[in-house]
């Protein structure tokens, strides 16, 4: 079982920044493959971007350009840095995990219990 905690969300107005993190207290062994997920009100999960084991990316069209996913073995931590916010990227975040690669379906064995991002016009 993998636990993990998100952190870094918050409010902000359009056009600012912010980056989240996700680590996986207590879990010695690394993450293969992880990604970050949203949820609006209403809507259904949405894939945001996904890393791989190598460092390879794949993001939503929707955050291409603004958003950058990472991650750091070292420390066993995902990051989400996004620029640019917009309000529509407003929504729960959900960090993601799992053995196989998954890339944006929301299909991970493994999920946070998210943190709020608000983006004010």
């Known amino acids: 079982q993998v636990h993990l905690v998100e952190s870094g969300g918050g409010s902000v107005q359009s056009g600012g920044s912010l980056r989240l993190s996700c680590t996986a207290p207590?879990?010695?062994?690394?993450?293969?493959?992880g990604a970050w997920f949203r949820q609006a009100p209403g809507k259904a999960h949405e894939g945001v971007a996904a890393i791989d084991i190598y460092g390879r990316t794949n993001y939503a069209d929707s955050v291409k350009g603004r958003f950058t996913i990472s991650r750091d073995d070292a420390k066993n931590t995902l990051y989400l840095q996004m620029n640019s916010l917009e309000p529509e990227d407003t929504a729960m975040y959900f960090c993601v995990a799992d053995n196989i690669n998954w890339l944006l379906l929301p299909r991970y064995k493994y999920w946070g219990q998210g943190t709020q991002v608000t983006v004010s016009s």
């Open positions: 207590g879990y010695t062994y690394s993450i293969n493959y």
